[in-house]
């Protein structure tokens, strides 16, 4: 409807051009956006005033010239000059209409569009690092980047889905050593844990696994692992003390050993997160490995093209990128002076792999405490030759767990924290979905355990399913009375939809479409948790306050049929956040 409406001001335009408009109007200036109250008609547009100053006239005037020169069209009733120089449109009835004649012919398809025109599209998403089970804060960025994909897809652009696995760090390195100090306590050896260590009860698990997979092999004195080790904190430096052990580990159990209990840790974790995802409802078109950029060559690569480009110098033994050439605070060590590269290396070659793949548009979802590194990543492409611009990031608020009203304390480290799993054990996968994406991603959000369980008018889950469950008890009914929907007879006889709940439904309904390109372009899928909300309070009011099952079989069969477009348009939506459709409750 919306592109209807602005192609009849672009008509209108073309026509005043020459004329009052001393040059032509770029049809993409045109913008046409529903209006907030219905008094003021069902859409309205600014374009007069923005034109104003070009036409050298009032906006009124010029608003009042654009109404003149509007092409005849069936959808209006009318359209009317308001304020300074608004144009307010009121639509004609078979314009509603119209709306849900394509939701009952489109079904699933309603609101699919191609706006993206075919553009290419990786998104990146959690690419948690696998040093722990996956927590309710990774369950926010798994919610969001699967539904803002299906957001994209839904309007044309040829979307990637990828989990980027942080395997190289030295944080794989703590969790090794932290799954061998378990694997000593195990085989009988007693001995002090690191402060810097993971604590969750997931490392035993992963130390049984050790256990009996290798036996006592790996097994070493406690006096062999301890001596003249840096003291640990709170009398030493935990971050030396850590990196003693992961060194000593190594020396006392050989490469091969070391490599062995990694590879282990890494793949046990990573089984986990895959299976988490998946219970989830999440999928991936492929996962990239930050170990593998290394082994392929990738980083070296992308140093290489840097230094081609004259983007990085030598300081102190270490090689610098050039990053306030291209916006940073300051320049980035890319490898030490100990030749061990930063995290920062792979992830540019990450990234330039990206662009060399093909992708157009780069969509990394990420926490909340990555704005620096955005700018540095986007710095390094365009350093490489590639559009940096064409790199945005979506960075993810924290999430808060409340249960009565106390908010329940997490931290990963000291293996203080509500995982994934266990919040969907407790509340449902269609509760933690909707929940997560209730709010925009840049806001913080409190997630409610006992409003996620409440069969309740105040849970948007339960709201939003249970208006779709209503239509299937209305079907059941029909069938109880051995009546059946005829629907040649409910399209012809739309306009006996005329009641003030039946016109407020669909205008609700027809603004699906709209919606969709707006969450997707936004990035911003809580616009349609809000939508699907106001869909279903409209529906709920209409069905408070109408008998759909009536004797007049036109006006039963044309109810039934608006019934049937919300269903579907509930469950095209719930479809894009990941949420069940159910036809009970």
């Known amino acids: 409807m919306k592109g209807e409406l602005e192609r009849l001001i672009a008509e209108a335009l073309k026509s005043l051009s020459g004329n009052l408009l001393p040059q032509a109007v770029d049809p993409a200036a045109i913008s046409v956006e529903r209006s907030r109250d219905v008094g003021h008609g069902d859409f309205a547009s600014n374009i007069a005033l923005r034109l104003a100053k070009q036409a050298r006239r009032p906006p009124r005037q010029l608003a009042e010239a654009i109404v003149a020169a509007l092409p005849a069209s069936p959808l209006l009733t009318r359209a009317e000059v308001a304020g300074a120089g608004f144009i307010n449109f009121y639509l004609a009835a078979s314009a509603q209409n119209a709306a849900l004649r394509q939701v009952l012919e489109q079904a699933d398809r309603f609101g699919q569009s191609d706006a993206a025109g075919g553009e290419s599209l990786i998104i ?88 009996a997979r290798r036996g006592r092999e790996l097994q070493r004195p406690a006096s062999e692992v301890m001596a003249e080790l840096p003291p640990d904190a709170p009398s030493g430096d935990k971050d030396q003390h850590i990196d003693a052990l992961i060194a000593r ?199 409610d355990l006992e409003l996620a369980k409440s069969r309740s008018n105040e849970n948007p889950v339960y709201y939003i399913q249970y208006a779709h469950a209503r239509v299937a008890s209305v079907l059941r009914q029909l069938a109880a009375r051995e009546l059946q929907y005829e629907q040649p007879l409910a399209l012809e006889n739309l306009q006996r939809l005329d009641s003030s709940h039946e016109q407020a439904t669909l205008r609700e309904l027809a603004r699906f479409p709209e919606i969709i390109v707006q969450a997707a372009r936004a990035r911003a899928p809580h616009t349609l948790v809000h939508y699907l909300r106001d869909l279903a309070t409209a529906f709920h009011t209409w069905y408070n306050a109408a008998t759909f099952i009536v004797e007049d079989a036109a006006l039963r069969n044309a109810r039934l049929a608006l019934a049937l477009g919300v269903r579907q348009v509930i469950r095209n939506g719930l479809t894009l956040l990941g949420v069940s459709a159910p036809d009970s409750m």
Request: aromatic share 10%.
């Open 124 to 211: 990146e998403f959690v690419s948690a690092n696998p040093t722990g089970p996956l927590h309710v804060g990774h369950g926010r960025q798994a919610a969001y980047g699967a539904t803002l994909a299906n957001l994209l897809s839904a309007i044309g652009h040829r979307v990637h889905r990828e989990f980027y696995i942080n395997d190289g760090g030295r944080q794989m390195d703590i969790l090794a050593v932290s799954t061998w100090l378990r694997y000593l306590e195990a085989c009988g050896e007693s001995l002090p844990f690191p402060s810097n260590g993971y604590r969750g009860d997931y490392v035993r698990d992963l130390a049984s696994k050790l256990h």
């Open 249 to 447: 580990m190594t020396s006392l159990i050989g490469e091969n050993g070391r490599g062995d209990v990694y590879d282990m840790a890494l793949t046990s974790m990573l089984a986990d997160m895959r299976q988490d995802l998946a219970d989830f409802g999440v999928e991936f078109d492929s996962w990239a490995s930050e170990r593998e950029l290394a082994r392929n060559g990738a980083v070296e690569h992308a140093i290489q093209t840097l230094q081609a480009k004259g983007a990085l110098y030598s300081k102190d033994g270490a090689v610098w990128f050039r990053a306030t050439r291209y916006g940073d605070d300051e320049d980035r060590v890319l490898v030490r002076s100990n030749g061990v590269k930063t995290y920062f290396a792979p992830d540019i070659a990450y990234h330039l792999q990206k662009c060399e793949r093909g992708f157009k548009r780069l969509v990394d979802v990420l926490g909340a405490d990555h704005h620096g590194y955005v700018a540095r990543v986007r710095g390094a492409l365009f350093a490489m030759g590639q559009n940096g611009d064409a790199l945005e990031a979506c960075l993810i608020q924290f999430v808060s767990l409340f249960r009565g009203g106390e908010k329940i304390a997490m931290g990963k480290r000291e293996g203080q924290f509500v995982t994934l799993r266990q919040l969907r054990a407790e509340v449902g996968n269609d509760a933690c979905r909707l929940f997560y994406l209730m709010r925009s991603h840049d806001q913080h959000l409190d997630f």
